[in-house]
């Protein structure tokens, strides 16, 4: 299957500094990359799909202002956790879909990102 | 608004048995259905891929089945091992709203040796 890769794969930042995760798809091009939170023994929770050369389209309720989200290339697309708290605190999961011939077929996922904010 | 139910929340199972995990939509207007495993604190393994114009997927001990106009799938797992203890997801991708995929809560599998 097609891979997405992910980095990092954790981190630890203090209260009030910026978060910086990528998500690249390796070995497929992708124009709509999805980015989820979940939180423990819950399940994944869209936050925003990200265009790739346009402004990424929020889900009600997430601030675009603290998670902004950048796709300026096909194979890449960032997510930067602005001004961190520790409710912030999470797991990031960012995921690409495969089209073949104009029809969208699998998402892949990438390994996540376990934030925590102290 | 796409919601989507997943029953049981968790299950213990000794090794060996055949288990059936449910989900359920709400918004029958999907192009297609994954099932996902998570292990703690990984990210996701998809499992199967249905599209909405099919009835059923196998791989290996995996069966999952769609039945789209009642907003209903369901994930057989054959001879369970050990390795099998996960999380299953179960996610639609919506027609609505932008092809957005929405996931359920998962079912919590573990199965003792």
């Known amino acids: 299957g097609a891979v997405v890769s992910q980095h990092p794969s954790w981190v630890i930042c203090k209260s009030g500094t910026s978060v910086k995760i990528e998500c690249r798809s390796l070995d497929f091009q992708a124009t709509t990359m999805f980015w989820y939170r979940q939180f423990p023994k819950q399940s994944l929770m869209l936050m925003a799909t990200?265009?790739?050369?346009?402004?990424?389209?929020?889900e009600q309720g997430v601030e675009k202002d603290k998670f902004l989200i950048n796709h300026a290339s096909l194979t890449l697309s960032t997510l930067t956790v602005t001004s961190a708290h520790p409710e912030d605190s999470s797991f990031y999961i960012c995921?690409?879909?495969?089209?073949?011939?104009?029809?969208?077929?699998?998402?892949?996922f990438g390994q996540g990102t376990r934030l925590t904010v102290v | 608004k796409q919601e989507v139910t997943q029953i049981p929340a968790a299950l213990s199972v000794p090794e060996g048995e055949n288990l059936v995990l449910n989900c359920s939509f709400t918004?029958?207007?999907?192009?297609?259905l994954q099932w996902f495993r998570q292990d703690p604190g990984k990210g996701l393994t998809s499992l199967l891929l249905i599209q909405s114009s099919q009835r059923e997927q196998t791989s290996g001990r995996l069966n999952a089945s769609l039945d789209k106009s009642s907003g209903r799938s369901t994930l057989y797992i054959a001879a369970s091992q050990p390795g099998d203890s996960a999380t299953y997801l179960c996610a639609p991708l919506g027609v609505t709203g932008g092809f957005k995929t929405i996931f359920g809560a998962g079912t919590r599998l573990f199965v003792k040796a």
């Open positions: 918004d029958s207007a999907i192009y297609n």
């Open positions: 990200s265009n790739e050369g346009s402004k990424a389209t929020y």
């Open positions: 995921s690409a879909r495969v089209y073949r011939q104009g029809v969208s077929t699998e998402a892949f």
